[in-house]
């Protein structure tokens, strides 16, 4: 098994990332400020929302720290869910044996479980981005639920 944990400072050059997942949703609130600006500017009632609006999703965007959660490679997937700050882990494509993404009304998960049985697990707040990427790389290694039963589809 190639799969590993490693100081980040240490990830491989080589291949190229194709696709980062983080905290922060840069889009939806880069959104919200244009909305807030909209409303600000052309409405008279919901200026005072506005303002409001304008006020916290700037705050989030430029003052609240951004994090690194996934790293999507040809090779391999980058998980920063370690203990320690500094250690990542790089889980190779075939060691992964099943893969799920498991949502749930206070936070959705990643499951990835490896050959040797261990299983990796990280929250991620990006359904969109993480699903069509592991389908592209491991589309026969996903779980499913079915009427609360998990099935392996092959």
């Known amino acids: 098994m190639k799969s590993k944990t490693l100081k980040i400072r240490n990830i491989p050059k080589e291949p190229p990332i194709i696709a980062t997942v983080s905290v922060k949703p840069t889009a939806t609130l880069t959104a919200l400020m244009f909305v807030s600006f909209i409303m600000i500017i052309f409405n008279q009632i919901f200026s005072y929302m506005g303002v409001i609006l304008f006020g916290l999703s700037s705050f989030c965007l430029f003052v609240l720290p951004d994090r690194k959660l996934i790293e999507f490679t040809h090779d391999y997937i980058i998980l920063y869910n370690c203990k320690e700050r500094g250690d990542c882990n790089i889980l190779y494509w075939e060691d992964i044996l099943t893969w ?35 389908r592209a790389f491991v589309r026969e290694k996903e779980k499913i639920i079915q009427k609360g039963k998990r099935v392996k589809v092959v």
């Open 100 to 134: 799920q993404y498991i949502w749930r009304p206070d936070r959705d998960e990643l499951e990835i479980e490896l050959v040797d049985h261990t299983v990796e697990s990280i929250e991620c707040f990006s359904k969109k981005t993480v699903v069509p990427l592991l």
